[in-house]
């Protein structure tokens, strides 16, 4: 007889789907999930009703009436209280109810992912009215938000561990500074890690890319533990050289090959030569030995000294910059001769925030950075091994 109750409400829950379909089905859910608690209390206690047992954890002690907004309709569900536990960490809390609550905290996770990038509270609202049953308000959204914001900083000041390979790289995004529109400076950093697998080590905003700002950032990582690392590749932003010097002496830097190629064509005093000199560069970076290339730049200042001076000199000051990469393991050059793995991070970074177009201020940007970040970011760390590093 112990199972009639159990057996009754789940027939009625089996009776109200079958009589209504779906649209009873918050009141279904509602019987199951208060049944599902039954028993767990049940169990937790070790007895049945009645019983005596020495065995026996604590007394049942009646129910706590409590709502809870789901995305089948608002439940109110009679939570199961227990008392004369002796230890706090012997207290009840039904696991059914707390897999609801964390997938709860996920739907309140994409309503405020929904308001960072840019979708207005009304329609916040009607999209989880539609899908939910139920209504937010504004203030709802901002608790929500802020809750996000709490789960970002915590990402972005995590800690970190040995990092072989780090790249770093900087992008702009309008923002409204009082009544003025300035262009801030988004800074990423990317690690490859001693598994060999990609992660997204931090992002900041500042509303310049001076040193200051790189010497912060860089300053940051290390604080979170950042340690181990054998080379920093990265393009010659304003303030980065200084910075990494101060903050990361002694390790050794690899030039963006690409930016290179890029920078070179400024001095180039005729469009004639252009592709000439484009292919004399890629002599250079594609040298199988740090030897081959040495010899490649020499040729290739000699061949415009007279005709491009101005190349010639920035050439011999700028290229050995990018050739760093010749000092790590074969196996691991073709990655790290340029910041292109960081192209999918701006193209991704761009898509987003061409929509908003123009951010109020920098802490939103800072915000919807690092909530796209952090989706890439746990794809790479559970997905493929990136370098092998045995060759290490």
């Known amino acids: ?3 009639q109750p159990q057996l009754t409400r789940l027939n009625t829950a ?9 649209d009873d089905l918050a009141s279904a859910v509602e019987i199951l999930v208060n049944e599902a608690m039954r028993i767990e209390r049940q169990e937790f206690l070790g007895v049945g009703p009645y019983e005596r ?3 026996r954890r604590g007394h049942a002690n009646g129910y706590k009436s409590r709502s809870f907004k789901t995305r089948v309709g608002e439940l109110s569900l009679e939570v199961p209280q227990v008392r004369g536990l ?15 609550l964390r997938s709860e905290r996920a739907l309140t996770m994409a309503v ?7 979708v207005s509270t009304r329609k916040v609202t009607k999209v989880v009215g539609e899908l939910c049953g139920f209504k937010i308000t504004s203030t709802q959204v901002s608790r929500a938000a802020a809750k996000l914001d709490e789960e970002l900083e915590a990402w972005r000041t995590r800690k970190l561990g040995e990092v072989i390979y780090m790249y770093l790289d900087a992008r702009y995004e309008k923002v409204r500074v009082g009544p003025k529109v300035v262009d801030a400076a988004l800074l990423v950093a990317v690690g490859i890690r001693a ?12 509303l310049s890319e001076a040193e200051v700002h790189w010497r912060e950032f860089l300053s940051s990582l290390q604080a979170r533990g950042l340690h181990g690392l054998r080379c920093i590749v990265s393009d010659d932003h304003a303030g980065l050289k200084a910075a990494r010097r101060a903050r990361f002496a002694g390790v050794p830097w690899q030039r963006c090959q690409c930016h290179l190629q890029q920078n070179a064509q400024a001095y180039v005093p005729r469009k004639s030569m252009k592709a000439d000199v484009a292919k004399g560069l890629r002599a250079i970076f594609n040298a199988p030995t740090r030897v081959e290339a040495d010899r490649q730049l020499e040729l290739f200042v000699a061949k415009y000294e007279k005709t491009a001076p101005k190349l010639a000199s920035w050439a011999e000051e700028n290229i050995p910059e990018g050739l760093t990469v010749f000092d790590l393991p074969d196996a691991h050059q073709r990655r790290l001769r340029t910041t292109n793995p960081l192209e999918r991070l701006n193209r991704e970074i761009k898509r987003r925030t061409r929509v908003a177009s123009l951010f109020p201020n920098d802490a939103s940007l800072l915000r919807l950075a690092s909530a796209l970040l952090i989706e890439i970011s746990e794809e790479w760390e559970n997905g493929k091994i990136y370098l092998k590093m045995e060759t290490t």
């Open 86 to 100: 002796e230890a706090d960490q012997d207290r009840f809390y039904p696991s059914t109810l707390e897999r609801g």
């Open 112 to 118: 405020a992912e929904m308001y960072i990038n840019g």
């Open 14 to 22: 089996l009776n109200l789907l079958a009589e209504n379909g779906f």
């Open 1 to 3: 007889m112990a199972h």
């Open 195 to 206: 598994d060999g697998k990609r992660s997204i080590l931090g992002v900041s905003v500042s």
């Open 53 to 55: 047992s020495e065995a």
